[in-house]
């Protein structure tokens, strides 16, 4: 009886695995918004290198293809117009929506470096601080993919004066050298 219930499940089977990958590369460019700001100015890059492995989730019985959940870990590098720039590690969490369109949520922790004092692009004092991306990306081609996407920095102080905080808006652009 249970080996008869196992069978009918048997193409809902999902299973976790860590891939050795190639590298990706995204840049997105955008307008900024800090706390002193009513809107969004131009411009800031922002720029994810991601590091050589990737854990998936898919189910076991399907043929390769897109995959239900991703998890990436980037190398983060972000500035401003005036040279201000944030560089550290994230963690980004993939679902497949649709074919080819990934939501994803990336969280992070950032050295924020202050290179030009007096401007208002949000970075206010050097230091560690939260990286927060939303994105919403779709497949072009197997390499070669288009985003939209809000990233958050701040320092983290809900209640307290918030020393960085820059909110970006941007669109991205990513090239993977994996082939699949």
Known sequence: MLDSLNKTREKDLGAFNLYATKTKLEFIAGAYRSTTDQGFRPF??????????QLEFNRVNLKAGDKLIKLNTPLIVQHSKYGNYAIGLGERFSFLIVKRLYFSYQIGLVWCEVVKKDTDDGFRQMGFNFHHEFNLSYGITKRLALSANLIHISYGGVFKNVKNNQDVLG???SYNFNSY
């Open 171 to 173: 669109i991205g652009v």
């Open 44 to 53: 800031t890059c922002t720029y994810h290198i991601y590091l050589p492995f």
